[in-house]
């Protein structure tokens, strides 16, 4: 778990470096494996539009964005922005976001996100899954940015 001066994240290694590439450019061809998508969003300091495949999760009706990873430079590029993109193929759909701060919202979304997306982002959890106590999930929560989406029309 992070410490208040050391936000948690997790870097990606040179494989997942180019797994991630793979990802995006399947999803700008139209290929979404397992609704993956490729969000783009503004850079903070660039301006410039920063791409990243994710795995958008519905949960309750709603999207969220949940970052596995920790705090990235794209939840803080989000944060900045407050919207962005999300791709596939063709299809585009631009969002603005609401990030959530209660432990207990984020330990349900995160739940379910566990429940659907663990086969892939378990290893970031620190021994935190889908299965585990609700305080656990608390806990790992700060560790782990959410983000409500608002999809326009």
């Given at each position: 778990?992070?410490?208040?001066?050391?936000?948690?994240?997790v870097?990606?290694?040179?494989l997942?470096?180019?797994?991630?590439?793979?990802?995006?450019?399947?999803?700008?061809?139209?290929?979404?494996?397992?609704?993956?998508?490729?969000?783009?969003?503004?850079g903070?300091?660039?301006?410039?539009?920063q791409?990243?495949?994710?795995?958008?999760h519905?949960?309750?009706g709603?999207?969220?964005?949940?970052?596995?990873?920790?705090?990235?430079?794209?939840?803080?590029?989000m944060?900045?922005?407050?919207?962005?993109?999300?791709?596939?193929?063709?299809?585009?759909?631009?969002?603005?976001?609401t990030?959530?701060?209660?432990?207990?919202?984020?330990?349900?979304?995160?739940r379910?996100?566990?429940?659907?997306?663990?086969?892939?982002?378990?290893?970031?959890?620190q021994?935190?899954?889908?299965?585990?106590?609700e305080a656990?999930?608390?806990?790992?929560?700060?560790?782990?940015?959410?983000?409500?989406?608002?999809?326009?029309?």
């Open positions: 778990m992070s410490t208040p001066s050391t936000p948690y994240y870097k990606a290694g040179p997942a470096a180019r797994l991630n590439s793979l990802m995006g450019k399947l999803a700008r061809a139209g290929i979404s494996l397992a609704g993956t998508a490729e969000m783009s969003v503004r903070r300091t660039s301006g410039r539009m791409r990243i495949p994710v795995n958008p519905t949960y309750d709603e999207q969220y964005l949940v970052s596995a990873r920790g705090h990235s430079q794209w939840v803080r590029n944060r900045a922005a407050g919207g962005g993109e999300l791709r596939v193929g063709r299809k585009v759909r631009r969002f603005t976001v990030e959530l701060t209660d432990p207990a919202e984020k330990a349900r979304v995160l379910a996100y566990l429940k659907r997306w663990g086969w892939e982002v378990n290893a970031f959890f021994g935190v899954d889908a299965d585990s106590p656990d999930l608390q806990a790992a929560s700060a560790d782990h940015p959410v983000f409500r989406l608002t999809l326009s029309p």
